[in-house]
């Protein structure tokens, strides 16, 4: 009898620890910390960023964090598609007050927050904007 109320206890725990959890990584090879190698310009060809610019952007859930190169810390929301990701609501500061896209430029966010992915692998990510081609590695 004590054994099979210890196994309704583990099974009852098992199954409210699973249904506690609100939200699951799904983005697959999406999610992790990137580390810029580099960030060309359309059509010119000239290397904007690089590696030693120490850009990253983070992925988790559906939130994004972009930091270094000197320009603090960002948070925004984002949804992804099977070749697209779009950037959206934008906090900064401790507060995480709402800010304009724009303040992501120095992260090589376009205007409009739209990309074309490229290529997404394990290891690498290419994101495309109408005006620049970012290249990531994982970290």
Known sequence: MKNSITKILLV???LLGMGSCDKMEDNGNFAGLWYLSEWKSLPD???KADK???IFYAV??????FRGGGHGSYLSRFRRTA????IGTVYHGSKDEIVDITELAPFG????GKFAIDKLSKQTLVLRSDDAVLTFRKY
Not at 60 to 65: A, F, G, Y
């Open 12 to 14: 009852a725990t098992l």
């Open 45 to 47: 060809g000239e290397i």
């Open 52 to 54: 030693q610019n120490r």
């Open 60 to 65: 988790q859930l559906d939130l994004m964090n």
């Open 83 to 86: 070749d697209s990701l779009f």
């Open 109 to 112: 966010v376009p205007a409009d």
